[in-house]
């Protein structure tokens, strides 16, 4: 039973890398999100899915992009990392859309951009 | 949209009950109100909700007066593991966008 699985669960990156995150959710979930939390600012909505099919922008997409390969799968990809987007990344999933239709986290990627 | 406003942080003592009221005035008719608990390290985890009147859990009671106009969550007897952020959210089928995102939360830190 392992709800919402990220990988990696560490990552350094030199500016300029790329890289994809991965996230899984096995509880057939429709809906599905990426989340940054830096220090003081909370968690903030990079982009989410609604259902297979679509994606759409949250409060902070600049410099990301996302993939919704199916209904378990949701990757999140930084083309040219810079410094700025070192934080603690979490995917999440649920049943209907939105954080009030109980969300399941992952326990999050921990990136560094050196 | 429902705005909420809940402290910046709490201390408490173990064993103490701990209550964390979250104000939402503009709270719509079909809006719910949720609440998410966020340990260090980990991702936020939902631990209860409710429309009105009282819910309960093994975790918080969630309290809702007759007007929804506030909530509070009431944690019987904290012990140290209770130490984390607790969220405040509202919203409901046609909440939008609003639904999706966390205001800053309050931090509860249980001391011995």
């Known amino acids: 039973n392992a709800g919402v699985t990220q990988t990696p669960k560490f990552q350094v990156l030199k500016t300029g890398q790329s890289m994809t995150l991965q996230c899984a959710q096995d509880?057939?979930?429709?809906?599905m999100y990426w989340y940054r939390q830096d220090p003081g600012m909370g968690l903030r909505l990079i982009y989410y899915?609604?259902?297979?099919?679509?994606?759409d922008k949250g409060e902070v997409p600049n410099g990301y992009n996302v993939s919704r390969l199916n209904k378990r799968e949701f990757s999140l990809r930084l083309e040219s990392a810079a410094p700025s987007q070192t934080s603690v990344y979490f995917c999440a999933s649920s049943e209907g859309m939105g954080l009030n239709t109980e969300a399941f986290f992952g326990q999050g990627t921990r990136l560094t951009v050196v | 949209l429902a705005k909420t406003t809940q402290p910046i942080s709490m201390d408490s003592y173990e064993g103490q009950e701990v209550n964390i009221t979250c104000s939402h005035n503009?709270?719509?008719?079909?809006?719910?109100i949720t609440w998410y608990q966020q340990f260090p390290s980990q991702g936020p985890r939902f631990i209860i909700q409710?429309?009105?009147t009282k819910v309960t859990n093994e975790v918080a009671s969630l309290f809702i007066p007759a007007d929804r106009k506030s909530s509070t969550l009431s944690l019987p007897r904290v012990s140290l593991s209770d130490t984390a952020v607790y969220y405040c959210?509202?919203?409901?089928?046609?909440?939008?966008?609003?639904?999706?995102?966390f205001g800053k939360g309050t931090m509860l830190l249980v001391s011995p």
């Open positions: 509880m057939n979930h429709n809906s």
């Open positions: 959210l509202v919203g409901g089928p046609n909440s939008g966008y609003s639904t999706l995102t």
């Open positions: 899915s609604a259902s297979e099919g679509t994606t």
């Open positions: 503009n709270i719509a008719t079909n809006d719910y």
């Open positions: 409710g429309y009105k």
